[in-house]
């Protein structure tokens, strides 16, 4: 139960303080939402039971409630309880949706959707960056290119470094849409890369054709732009596939690789 120590002490000219959301209370409705212990259309327990499984006030589980409703999880409706959501209705570009779908992943196809939304949009944008990039842009996309390129032994900092770098193509194409969509996509493109990034037994290739990309952008060339966009996604596909396994199944935790040695 919260605690109430010290609340005697408080001001009485101090303002109510809201309570807190307990993230591992969210976290565990939500996980279980996520392996369909409460499945699509099914009612959650009333909230009298929700407290008694966690041991938490009714303000907490309401507030936990209300997170989960704000990314499409569960719907509260009058007089009848709080139902789960068809997956259709999540948002599954949140991180903490994705963080919850976590071994559940495979089930929901979210990295197959980004990756064939990236091939939609970024072989695009990259064409347009090769016209439209201004010089910083290309200074910017060169820097997250070297920051890949150092971090190679380091998954984590690989994609970050791997973010930026995409964040600012998008960026570099001048359209309003794309630059929109890179916002939205933000969450799903970076679990998408670190999957990607995590799986491949070596980054050099990948490192390779980002720094072709930056060089096609420097010399304006919006077809060589469009080819590196596409060979990107193909290593991106081909480690995916590699991570999921000959079965379809996820391989890995996303773990980093034991061996930290690329291939030679």
Same mark, same amino acid.
């Not at 929109?180 to 939205?184: K, Q």
């Not at 199944?249 to 061996?259: I, V």
């Given at each position: =139960?919260?605690?109430?120590?010290?609340?005697?002490r408080?001001?009485?000219? +101090?303002?109510?303080? !809201?309570?807190?959301?307990?993230?591992?209370v969210?976290?565990?409705?939500a996980?279980?939402?996520? @392996?369909?212990?409460?499945?699509?259309?099914?009612?959650l327990?009333?909230? %009298?039971d929700?407290?008694?499984?966690?041991?938490?006030? &009714?303000?907490?589980? *309401?507030e936990?409630?209300?997170?989960? +409703?704000?990314?499409?999880?569960v719907r509260?409706?009058? #007089?009848?309880?709080?139902?789960?959501?068809?997956?259709?209705?999540?948002n599954?570009?949140?991180?903490n949706?994705?963080?919850? =779908?976590?071994?559940?992943?495979?089930?929901?196809?979210?990295?197959?959707?980004?990756? +064939? /939304? *990236? #091939?939609?949009?970024?072989?695009?944008?990259a064409?347009?960056?090769?016209?439209?990039? $201004?010089?910083?842009e290309?200074?910017?996309?060169?820097?997250?290119?070297?920051q =890949?390129?150092?971090?190679?032994?380091d998954?984590?900092?690989f994609?970050?470094?791997?973010? $930026?770098?995409?964040?600012?193509?998008l960026?570099?194409?001048? %359209?309003q849409?794309?630059r929109?969509?890179?916002?939205?996509m933000?969450?799903?493109l970076?679990?998408?890369?670190?999957?990607?990034n995590?799986? /491949?037994?070596?980054?050099?290739?990948?490192?390779?054709?980002?720094?072709?990309?930056? +060089?096609a952008?420097?010399?304006r060339d #919006?077809?060589a /732009?469009?080819?590196c /966009?596409n &060979?990107?996604?193909d290593?991106?596909? &081909?480690?995916?596939a590699a991570? !999921?396994?000959?079965?379809?199944?996820?391989?890995? %935790?996303?773990?980093?690789?034991? @061996?930290?040695?690329p291939?030679?």
């Open positions: =139960m919260d605690s109430i120590e010290g609340q005697g408080a001001s009485a000219a +101090e303002p109510a303080r !809201r309570p807190r959301v307990r993230k591992s969210t976290a565990s409705i996980e279980d939402i996520c @392996s369909e212990r409460y499945p699509s259309g099914s009612l327990p009333r909230e %009298n929700l407290c008694a499984m966690y041991g938490v006030s &009714r303000t907490v589980i *309401r936990s409630l209300k997170v989960l +409703e704000s990314k499409g999880l509260g409706k009058p #007089r009848i309880g709080t139902s789960v959501c068809e997956k259709d209705d999540w599954i570009l949140d991180q949706v994705l963080e919850w =779908m976590g071994p559940y992943i495979a089930a929901f196809d979210i990295l197959g959707s980004i990756l +064939e /939304a *990236r #091939r939609t949009i970024e072989p695009a944008a064409e347009y960056a090769a016209e439209r990039a $201004t010089a910083q290309i200074a910017d996309l060169d820097n997250a290119w070297r =890949m390129r150092d971090s190679s032994h998954p984590e900092s994609t970050e470094a791997d973010v $930026t770098f995409h964040k600012v193509l960026s570099a194409s001048h %359209n849409v794309f929109r969509l890179s916002s939205a933000h969450a799903g970076r679990y998408a890369l670190h999957a990607s995590v799986a /491949a037994y070596s980054r050099d290739e990948a490192i390779v054709v980002h720094g072709q990309l930056v +060089e952008l420097r010399l #919006r077809a /732009a469009r080819d /966009a &060979r990107m996604l290593l991106a596909a &081909r480690d995916l991570e !999921r396994g000959p079965e379809g199944g996820r391989k890995t %935790n996303f773990e980093p690789p034991t @061996s930290a040695a291939r030679r």
